[in-house]
């Protein structure tokens, strides 16, 4: 298999992260999606409550974004390309 780049959003108007993989045709855990599903929502939660700074969500969803490409890349059997 070729390299992929995956795309994912994590606002609060976006696809759940199952569908926008779904599209993407990329396999992954269901429960481990759903538990990153929730933590984009508290993220998102905490940003809107102006809670975080912009700064304190860009390195927080910089963190769960590495987590659910780490997982993708397993699942799919592919290594992560580092950037």
Known sequence: MENQ???LSYGILS????????KQKLKYDKNKIAQF???RGAINTL?????L????VDKILSK????IIA?????????????
């Open 47 to 51: 940003r809107f409550s102006g809670l």
């Open 64 to 67: 769960l974004h590495k987590k």
């Open 15 to 22: 696809d759940p992260l199952n569908k926008q993989l779904d």
């Open 53 to 56: 700074t912009d700064s304190m």
């Open 71 to 83: 997982h993708i890349a397993e699942a799919n059997k592919q290594a992560v390309a580092k950037a």
């Open 5 to 7: 780049t995956v795309g």
């Open 37 to 39: 599903e929730v933590q």
